[in-house]
Nanobody, 123 residues
């Protein structure tokens, strides 16, 4: 079982930056693939970025490439999303997600079996 708790959301002006954190716990976290999703009002939840914890491979949605960076700490207990050059269309609730075991299709919600409670980002 894995527990995920996001933090770091808030309000920022367009062009600004925020860093989201996701604290992970549970004895199976080391085998998880991790991702960030977001959901804007009236829209479906969409994949933003993912990282495969075994080899560090990362994936990004086209809309955030070059602006957002997903990473994890050395102990692999915290997942981060550094968001730069934020735009109004980045406004959404951002969710941390874990897939155990790792599965393909990183940007599909059905891939993930653990979710955090979400944190609001407003640009």
């Amino acid at each position: 079982h894995v527990q995920l708790v996001e933090s770091g959301g808030g309000s920022v002006q367009a062009g600004g930056s925020l860093r989201l954190s996701c604290a992970a716990s549970g004895d199976t976290y080391s085998r998880a693939c991790m991702a960030w999703f977001r959901q804007a009002p009236g829209k479906e939840r969409e994949g933003v970025a993912a990282i495969y914890t075994n080899d560090g491979t990362t994936y990004y949605a086209d809309s955030v490439k070059g602006r957002f960076t997903i990473s994890q700490d050395n102990a692999r207990t915290t997942l981060y999303l550094q968001m730069n050059s934020l735009k109004p269309e980045d406004t959404a609730v951002y969710y941390c997600a874990a897939s155990i075991p790792c599965l393909p299709n990183w940007n599909e919600t059905r891939t993930y079996n653990y979710w955090g409670q979400g944190t609001q980002v407003t640009v």
